[in-house]
């Protein structure tokens, strides 16, 4: 049996106690104590805090998301983090609400409902939970799917909303030579079974928030910002919304009619399609969009943003470049939520 140790938290303080074998985060979780995350691979940056006291180390993170200057200063990963003695470590980003509030994270064991591809690269996957019968999330959270037969699992967001816990939808990127892409092209069909734990992800709509929303995808990307406007939508929130959606070619682009359908539901909404490479676009029938990469035109388009709430969502890079022109916008920090689709091949 592990040694134990305890953990305060500041400046919120909260005690708990954490074996050696495990991380701060994973503790955290098995102990109702929702601390901010997103990727749990030491690869965002999310959970970073700062170690007020204390003999901890940390393990297989990447230098892009806690940089040798920041580590001699005493900050960490916490999801990469392990402690050898009581310690006390100041949370550089939490949201109160949730710290004792989160849904408590579940092991679910679903069957497959539908495969059904949107584009050439991203296949929408229904599951519906049997044991148990439903999945409790909120809009703009993930789960990890297990890879059947191995101890692997991959992270992908909802596209469904709460109202459904019984159908549940991710819409998944397949990538070249990807394990979980290799799946979806043949290994599994309808009614096979896939485990599923969550929810995790920190991006979730704030209760009591009034700020404008500005949403960002890319690719995938699509899937956690259509749980929040479908929720907004069917809960009538009155917040405006503007979804900005990149893709690469006119031919990338999905779900228009039903993000159409969505928007109908809220009081002030704007879907703007970005393609980067229209190149031999035939700009066919009722499909408008704006040419450029994402960010440019939110740059373009959104001269308010510092006045918004923002929700990001997709490949690194793409996110990467979003948060570059918030911070030159002046949004601040704490208006800004984000999922970057990191993936266990690369750091
Ligand atoms: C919080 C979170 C939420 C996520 N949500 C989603 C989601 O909703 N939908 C979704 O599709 N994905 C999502 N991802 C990414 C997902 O978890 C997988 O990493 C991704 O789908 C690749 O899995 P794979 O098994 O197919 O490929 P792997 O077997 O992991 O990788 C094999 C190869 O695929 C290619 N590859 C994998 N990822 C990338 C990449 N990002 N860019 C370029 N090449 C790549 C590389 O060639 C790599 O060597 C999310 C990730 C995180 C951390
Ligand atoms: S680096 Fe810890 S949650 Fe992403």
Redesign the pocket.
């Known amino acids: 049996m592990a040694d134990t140790h305890r953990i305060n938290f500041e400046p919120v303080d909260i005690d708990m106690e954490v074996r050696e074998d495990e991380s701060i985060l994973d503790a955290a979780f098995r102990q109702g104590i929702h601390l901010m995350h ?2 749990r ?1 030491g690869r965002c940056s999310a959970c970073k805090s700062f170690v007020l006291d204390g003999d901890i180390q940390m393990e297989n993170y990447s230098t892009f998301a806690c940089n040798e200057s920041e580590v001699d200063e005493g900050f960490v990963l916490l999801c990469r983090t392990h402690a050898y003695s009581d310690c006390t470590i100041e949370l550089l980003n939490f949201d109160e609400d949730e710290l004792l509030g989160g849904l408590p994270i579940q092991d679910v064991t679903t069957r497959v409902v539908a495969v059904e591809s949107m584009t050439g690269d991203i296949v929408s996957l229904r599951l519906a939970p049997t044991a148990p019968e439903g999945f409790q999330f909120k809009a703009g959270q ?1 789960a990890d799917l297990h890879l059947p037969g191995t101890e692997e699992t ?4 909802m596209a469904s909303t709460p109202s459904s816990p019984g159908d549940v939808e ?12 290799a799946l979806l092209d043949d290994g599994i069909s309808v009614g096979d079974e896939i485990a599923l734990t969550g929810p995790y ?1 920190s991006s979730t709509l704030k209760d009591g928030h009034v700020l404008p929303v500005v949403c960002i995808g890319g690719g ?1 990307g699509m ?2 910002i259509l749980s929040l406007v479908r929720h907004m939508s069917e809960t009538s929130n009155p917040r405006p919304v503007h979804f900005y959606y990149g893709a690469r070619t006119p031919e990338d682009l999905f779900y228009i009619d039903e993000i159409s359908e969505v928007g109908r539901g809220l009081t002030d909404f704007a879907f703007i399609a970005c393609v980067s490479d229209a190149a031999g676009a035939q700009g066919s029938g009722s499909l408008s969009f704006e040419e450029g990469n994402v960010t440019d035109v939110v740059r373009r388009l959104e001269p308010g943003i510092a006045k918004s709430e923002v929700y990001l969502c997709g ?2 890079p793409m996110v990467d470049a979003a948060l570059e022109l918030l911070d030159v916008c002046g949004t601040p920090k704490d208006q800004v939520f984000y ?8 750091d």
């Open positions: 997103g990727c691979e993930y991959r992270s992908f967001s991710f819409l998944i990127k397949k990538y070249p030579g990807g394990k979980f892409a992800g995938a899937a956690p490949p690194p999922d970057k689709f990191t993936s266990p091949a690369f």
